[in-house]
């Protein structure tokens, strides 16, 4: 569990310890294609929107420019390059998985946007100050070695499993700062469904817009949260509360022990969401959690005793919250809200028989609070929070 996440959760989100991730039972496909290109045709075909820089994808691990002039030097230097790391997309542009700010860095001299400096490689320190106009005028030996220096790429072509992608993202991970769950989605799984979700960027402020389901009042308030989380956690709890409700009469068979998994899947499996599946997946989120707020409202995905209520949110009774009460009008919620607020209350302070699960023996409380993300604590609490939510309402 992250640093950001203690802050923001009150349950940790693992499974147990003799438990072991089931390996999905497919053979995931990976094909990929190796080429050597030149520094020059890297470029052009980045110019050319043949291969797509997002930044804003990667959280923007934007190198300073001394740093990019050691990349220079190293070119130069005829110093071999680690591989970019490349995927196809279904209209066969290419999107970076490895090797953004490499690329970007090559872009930027050649549009003139930084000269060159603290170069300190044998015969190099002359180049210091120059533009790639002025290294091309000035010294064309040196932009011939730099046009010429080559680049190796490794593509992961479009028909291979999007989950390889989000593998070889998490392997290559070796920033200073190293990615979360959500951040590499954010690279792999981008789209009209992820834009939905995260909301609208904006490249002149480097920002994303208050108009994605992340955003969403009620639930940046449960989050105690001010703006919109930096590293994309209230986007995370956007899917996980989605994935939930919608595989929640299917758990079996969607469930691999491993809330990443789940939440991958829903992404994987509602990336090429047509307009009428995007409108219905933001009604279905916005009105099941105005429910949610509506009968809990302050105790809102914490849990509590009486008046005594937790700091944080508890994604573990989110899932169950959310995933019973998407059953039922606002109305038949409303006229058992009492209800609803006691029996929660009861179950999360009361671990006698009545509320053991028929798969772990555990009760309800601690099915909320220890190793939630395994298989069978899982349908142990929603299945016992939903039978006794149908008692009420029934």
Known sequence: ??????????????????????IPKEIRRLNIETHDYPIKVIVEMIQDGDIILRPHYQR??????TKSSLLIESVLLNIPLPPVYLAQEEDGTLSVIDGLQRLHTFLDYYEDKFPLRKLEGEGLDNLNKLTYSRLKKEYPKAKRILDRGNIRTITVSKDSDPDIKYDIFERLNSGSVKLNDQEIRNCIFHGKLNTLIMGTYNQEEQKYENDGLRANKILQEAMNLTELHQRYLDAELVIRILAIIEYRNNIDEKYKNSMKLLINDYMKDNIYADEERLEYIKNLFEDTIDKAHQVFESKLFKRYHNNDIEKTINRSIIDCVMSSFVDYELKELLDKKEKIVLKMDEMLNDTSSKY????????FKDTVTKWTSSKNILKDRLELWKNNLNSIMD
């Open 1 to 22: 569990m992250t640093e950001e996440e203690n802050e923001l959760f009150e349950d940790k989100d693992e499974i147990k310890e003799d438990e072991v991730v089931e």
């Open 60 to 65: 923007g691990f934007i190198w300073d420019r």
């Open 356 to 363: 053991i699960g028929t798969l772990t023996g555990m009760s």
